[in-house]
T-cell receptor
Framework: AQKVTQAQTEISVVEKEDVTLDCVYETRDTTYYLFWYKQPPSGELVFLIRRNSFDEQNEISGRYSWNFQKSTSSFNFTITASQVVDSAVYFCALSDENTGNQFYFGTGTSLTVIP | DVKVTQSSRYLVKRTGEKVFLECVQD?????MFWYRQDPGLGLRLIYF???????EKGDIPEGYSVSREKKERFSLILESASTNQTSMYLC???????????????FGPGTRLTVT
């Protein structure tokens, strides 16, 4: 069965601190896809990144970086030098060969960056 | 830019009413999805559609139906609204992948429905 766990329900950091959001997934398939989304207070989910299971290279985009480790079934998200605009709920999601175009979402991590 | 729009940001309905939530996307995506979002439960899939007039049940289809008469439009219908259907409803769309693979989904702004 497919499952995504985001154990951190809420995190608060002071501006300019680094913060890591954890995502642990479960799937029996060898081919799968992982995603991160940001949901700011306005409500609309914004796509951040897509990663397939054959590409374990870490990715960096500005202050954002993602660490994909198949050995621990984790796809963690780090924000460096956090800013108030980073305050949002962040969701990790999984799709695989069985689910195809259907996603399984974690329950989300609410990040508050304090000025 | 992908754009997914939803007919209302906020909606208040009475128990027993029939409710229509409309979603339109402008990127010619084959797939469209309806989710509901509740605190502590994340996003749960209600229904999705991979083509006109085609639909598949998601994880929580009970109490809902859908309609897809045109490729760009996907409607969620609450036949007889109940208070436990008070929630945030999110629509999404994505390209269809044949065989293996998965593309990212793009989301609308959501409709916060309150059933009294």
């Amino acid at each position: 069965a497919q499952k995504v766990t985001q154990a951190q329900t809420e995190i608060s950091v002071v501006e300019k601190e680094d913060v890591t959001l954890d995502c642990v997934y479960e799937t029996r398939d060898t081919t799968y896809y992982l995603f991160w989304y940001k949901q700011p207070p306005s409500g609309e989910l914004v796509f951040l990144i897509r990663r397939n299971s054959f590409d374990e290279q870490n990715e960096i985009s500005g202050r954002y970086s993602w660490n994909f480790q198949k050995s621990t079934s984790s796809f963690n998200f780090t924000i460096t030098a956090s800013q108030v605009v980073d305050s949002a709920v962040y969701f990790c999601a999984l799709s695989d060969e069985n689910t195809g175009n259907q996603f399984y979402f974690g329950t989300g991590t609410s990040l508050t960056v304090i000025p | 830019d992908v754009k997914v729009t939803q007919s209302s940001r906020y909606l208040v309905k009475r128990t027993g009413e029939k409710v229509f939530l409309e979603c339109v996307q402008d990127m010619d995506h084959e797939n469209m999805f309806w989710y509901r979002q509740d605190p502590g439960l994340g996003l749960r899939l209600i229904y999705f559609s991979y083509d006109v007039k085609m639909k598949e049940k998601g994880d929580i289809p009970e109490g809902y139906s859908v309609s897809r008469e045109k490729k760009e439009r996907f409607s969620l219908i609450l036949e007889s609204a109940s208070t436990n259907q008070t929630s945030m409803y999110l629509c999404a769309s994505s390209l269809l992948v044949g065989g293996r693979g998965s593309y990212e989904q793009y989301f609308g702004p959501g409709t916060r429905l309150t059933v009294t």
